[in-house]
């Protein structure tokens, strides 16, 4: 029988100082890029499978009209497609943030997200994370807040920190 493993506090990274308003928007403002990139070849291949789905017969779009425009007027595939979209930029963010505690704007400007032991967020957390932050308004409170956290730190039980150089 396999033992479990638990994932163990790093505690070389607890400690360290936490990121402030600043570093954090930058870094924001890099991954926005890279996630706007990820929402358009969501996008893409979205729009394909639902071409493919029309096509085979299994879904039933409007006739004689653009694909794009055929989409909007079928309200619930439109939902689907956009949860689609939400879900592919949400798995972005949730899959860095649990695997390495950083993405890739993250390591330009050397902050990492973990627990305040150091242990990396799971999952589950990182996904919450992603909705709390309320499309990056949860950082606002970070221009008010001593400890620099913002409003998705303190319900995720989570913090930014400055790594070394």
């Given at each position: 029988m396999k033992k479990a493993?638990?994932?163990r506090p790093n505690y070389q990274l607890a400690g360290l100082p936490r990121a402030g308003f600043l570093p954090r928007t930058a870094a924001a403002i890099y991954d926005?890029?890279?996630a706007v990139a990820i929402y358009a070849l969501a996008g893409i291949i979205g729009i394909a499978m639902i071409a493919v789905l029309n096509?085979?017969?299994w879904i039933e779009?409007?006739?004689?009209?653009?694909?794009?425009?055929?989409l909007q007027q079928t309200p619930v595939i439109?939902?689907?497609?956009?949860?689609?979209?939400?879900c592919c930029v949400v798995a972005f963010y949730s899959y860095?943030?649990?695997?390495?505690?950083?993405?890739?704007g993250m390591k330009a400007w050397r902050l990492r997200l973990q627990h305040p032991n150091g242990q990396n967020l799971?999952?589950?957390t990182a996904i919450a994370r992603c909705f709390w932050?309320?499309?990056g308004l949860g950082n606002l409170l970070l221009l008010i807040s001593a400890q620099h956290l913002a409003l998705q730190d303190r319900l995720c039980n989570s913090e930014v920190v400055r790594l070394p150089k």
């Open positions: 493993v638990t994932a926005a890029l890279l096509q085979l017969g779009l409007a006739d004689n009209t653009e694909l794009a425009l055929a439109h939902g689907i497609y956009q949860l689609w979209l939400l860095f943030w649990s695997r390495s505690g950083q993405t890739l799971s999952p589950i932050s309320l499309l």
